[in-house]
């Protein structure tokens, strides 16, 4: 079973950027469609980017669209985030996935291993 670890997350100032990471384990890597979300206090949690099974394809939620970027590095098992231009809305735990073999991108259902994740906060 495939295990996800977080990291990079921590205290910024509206401006600032960020770069999450995202350690996989226990599995094939290459082979998964990954997803970041982020979920704020009180907060449903809400879908910020993926990538499709083959990695051509990306998404990204129209709050973060222009500012942020997912890549990752298949020999490292490793999702990234590239935060940019950090603004107070965007203080959440950000959470890592691997997706499910169908549905959306876009809810978290669809999506079956999570990791921990890690805090951002946005603040002067």
């Known amino acids: 079973q495939v295990q996800l670890v977080e990291s990079g997350g921590g205290l910024a100032q509206p401006g600032d950027s960020l770069r999450l990471s995202c350690t996989a384990s226990?599995?094939?890597?290459?082979?998964?469609?990954m997803g970041w979300f982020r979920q704020a206090p009180g907060k449903e949690r809400d879908f910020v980017s993926a990538?499709?099974?083959?990695?051509?394809?990306?998404y990204y939620s129209d709050s973060v669209k222009g500012r942020f970027t997912i890549s990752r590095d298949n020999a490292k098992n490793t999702l990234y985030l590239q935060v940019n231009s950090l603004k107070p809305e965007d203080t959440a735990v950000y959470y890592c996935?691997?997706?499910?073999?169908?549905?959306?991108?876009?809810?978290?259902?669809?999506?079956?291993?999570w990791g921990q994740g890690t805090q951002v906060t946005v603040s002067s």
């Open positions: 226990g599995g094939t890597f290459s082979n998964y469609a």
């Open positions: 996935a691997v997706r499910g073999n169908s549905g959306s991108y876009f809810y978290a259902e669809n999506y079956h291993v």
């Open positions: 990538f499709s099974r083959s990695a051509t394809t990306t």
